[in-house]
């Protein structure tokens, strides 16, 4: 087992990141409410082939990743979920310490702010978002945070453990495989997405790094609801761009209802000393941001 949910005195590790996503809005609706985030690069407009990224992470670098799903039938949902995103990222990057309770905290004050911008302007009414990310804060852990029904799974091998729970009326999660497809199921919370106010209590948990590499596959509704856990399985490839590449190939053959987003986040732990220098960046997409 490569991550340990457990508390202590972590061996310190250099990190290398890899990354690969994509956003679509689908094959039914017009407009593009997911959005995506990766170490600052956030993209809300559709994409025609996923994005990689290649990081080396330090002992005092924070990098974010996260998929956000806008309500559907909501105002402005693409301006929820990017909002959302790109407030996360810039908190969670300036907290003076990561932990399970800070960055619940970050969760939690950006949905005060979009409920905030919700009631301020009528075109903004209602509007709200799911979240689910990772926090890599080298070179002792990994956070997964999330609210709604957007997913994390984690990789071992061939197959995928549920790491979150969905914030549904029939929930699904922590490691259990849905019996059947839940499109019509309401959400219990998400960020923001109400006309009164009401808190809300966002799922962290912390991993702790050891010397084995782990890779977490990161989703909106629009692939978890059109494909179950065996057909996501059965496109694991070595190549996270190919693996990415066929579940929205697949999701495509199933009908695409949705907007879906996809990502995969691999993580290889190495001894300082053995640590490569790799610049961050991404490659193919850069130039079309949003």
Not at 116 to 135: E, F, I, K, N, Q
Not at 136 to 162: C, M
Not at 187 to 212: A, K, N, T, W
Request: proline residues 4%.
């Amino acid at each position: 087992m490569g991550f340990i949910a457990t508390k202590g005195n972590p061996k310190e590790y250099l990190v290398t990141i890899d990354c690969v996503a994509m956003t679509h809005n689908g094959l039914v609706r017009s407009g593009n409410e997911d959005c995506i985030l990766c170490d600052g690069w956030i993209r809300n407009r559709r994409m025609e082939g996923p994005a990689d990224f290649s990081f080396a992470n330090g002992r005092n670098d924070v990098r974010v990743f996260a998929v956000a799903d806008g309500l559907g039938g909501h105002s402005s949902g693409e301006v929820a979920s990017q909002f959302a995103l790109s407030k996360l990222c810039s908190a969670i990057i300036d907290l003076p310490s990561v932990s399970e309770d800070s960055i619940a905290g970050v969760v939690s004050d950006t949905h005060k702010a979009l409920f905030a911008m919700s009631t301020a302007d009528p075109s903004y009414r209602c509007m709200g978002t799911t979240v689910a990310g990772l926090v890599i804060d080298a070179p002792s852990s990994v956070h997964l945070f999330h609210v709604g029904d957007s997913r994390i799974y984690r990789r071992q091998e061939r197959f995928l453990e549920l790491a979150t729970i969905d914030d549904r009326l029939v929930p699904t999660g922590y490691g259990e495989a849905e019996s059947e497809f839940h499109q019509t199921s309401s959400l219990l919370q998400c960020l923001g997405g109400i006309s009164e106010f009401s808190e809300i209590v966002p799922h962290v948990v912390r991993y702790e790094m050891s010397d084995l590499p782990e890779t977490f596959l990161l989703c909106t509704d629009g692939l978890s609801d059109m494909l179950t856990q065996d057909e996501i399985e059965e496109s694991l490839y070595d190549s996270h761009h190919q693996t990415v590449l066929t579940l929205f190939e697949r999701v495509c053959a199933a009908g695409a209802k949705d907007n879906v987003s996809i990502m995969v986040v691999s993580l290889t732990p190495l001894q300082a000393h053995d640590a490569p220098v790799i610049s961050p960046g991404a490659e193919g997409l850069l130039g079309d941001l949003p």
